[in-house]
């Protein structure tokens, strides 16, 4: 059953934990579903009843369950749902003009390594936290591009291209740090699985855990 509560706190969680704004977040929304900065202040303030639609795009964006957003699960990760969404925005792209594809991510100016790529192995070289912040941070970088009209056309050849440098810089660094700073990469499956995953960003899980712990505090 939606709990009006508990998704109004689990949304304002969720835009703490990743440092968005409202317009940030709509933004973000809008890329699949157009949902307004004051529409997402009505549900914190839990003066509207968002549709199913919206809970979903909403719930899309962070890679969370739309059973844990809406107040069904205390389980904000799911590995299935984790895998569906990595097939939609890994690898990631975006129209040209032309109504050609562009492939932003992986590509030659931006590589991942092959244990990200191969889906079958993926879990035990990121942890489900880190595959969201990577799944958050790619829809900033097509949200970048889109907004900023960073897709040119090459006079020599008339191709379109990205204007790599000109993305959020901010973004790609975070983007190479999660996929690529981590210690279980280049090792054996078995022996990858002993080493302690790296750490996300934006740590929802610890601060789930964290709020927990301070209401039990608090009774």
């Not at 973000?28 to 549709?51: C, D, F, G, M, Y």
């Not at 880190?130 to 799944?135: E, K, S």
């Not at 190479?176 to 750490?199: C, D, H, M, T, W």
């Amino acid at each position: 059953m939606y709990d009006a509560e508990i998704f109004a706190e689990r949304l304002k969680l969720l835009r703490r934990v990743y440092k968005l704004n409202l317009q940030q977040l709509s933004s973000l929304a809008s890329l699949a579903l157009p949902v307004s900065q004051a529409t997402i202040n009505h549900w914190e303030n839990k003066r509207r009843v968002p549709a199913l639609s919206a809970i979903q795009g909403i719930a899309d964006v962070f890679s969370v369950s739309l059973d844990w957003l809406s107040g069904r699960s205390d389980i904000p990760y799911t590995e299935s749902l984790m895998c569906s969404l990595e097939r939609e925005y890994c690898p990631l792209k975006v129209n040209a003009p032309d109504e050609s594809i562009i492939t932003l991510w992986p590509a030659k100016t931006a590589m991942a390594p092959d244990e990200y790529i191969n889906e079958r192995v993926r879990h035990i070289y990121y942890s489900l936290g880190v595959r969201a912040n990577i799944l958050l941070l790619l829809q900033q970088i097509k949200l970048d591009v889109l907004k900023n009209d960073l897709i040119i056309k090459n006079p020599a050849n008339h191709k379109y291209s990205v204007l790599y440098t000109d993305i959020n810089q901010e973004y790609m660094m975070s983007l190479y740090r999660l996929v690529s700073v981590n210690n279980r990469l280049g090792l054996p499956e078995k022996q990858a699985a002993l080493i302690p995953f790296s750490k996300p960003i934006f740590d929802l899980e610890k601060e789930i855990k964290q709020s927990i712990h301070h209401k039990m505090d608090d009774e």
